[in-house]
């Protein structure tokens, strides 16, 4: 099992900044590839970034590509999400993920099978 701790979602105002962090514990994180997903009230969790196990492959989705830089740093078993220039339609849950055994990313939430769970992120205008 993996367990998934995310942090440092919250409030800002539009065009601002703000980091997510994913703490891994458990069963091993390096040879993992892992993603951010969201969720905004009345929609369905969505894709937005993830990083191959070693962090040298990344991928955006095309809302978020030029703003949000997806990393991670194995030795201490977390990945990080900064987001810049944000804006209202940006305001979702934010949801760590890990793949079970694969270190290629994905873009396809079924690929996950680990979960953290989602912290907060809102933008006001």
């Known amino acids: 099992q993996v367990q998934l701790v995310e942090s440092g979602g919250g409030l800002v105002q539009a065009g601002g900044s703000l980091r997510l962090s994913c703490a891994a514990s458990g069963r091993t994180f390096s040879n993992r590839a892992m993603g951010w997903f969201r969720q905004a009230p009345g929609k369905e969790r969505e894709f937005v970034a993830t990083i191959n196990w070693n962090g040298g492959s990344t991928h955006y989705a095309d809302s978020v590509k030029g703003r949000f830089t997806i990393s991670r740093d194995n030795a201490k078993n977390t990945v990080y999400l900064q987001m810049n220039s944000l804006k209202p339609e940006d305001t979702a849950v934010y949801f760590c993920?890990?793949?079970?055994?694969?270190?290629?990313?994905?873009?396809?939430?079924?690929?996950?099978?680990?979960w953290g769970q989602g912290t907060q992120v809102t933008v006001s205008s």
């Open positions: 993920a890990g793949r079970r055994s694969s270190g290629s990313y994905s873009v396809f939430l079924y690929e996950y099978a680990y």
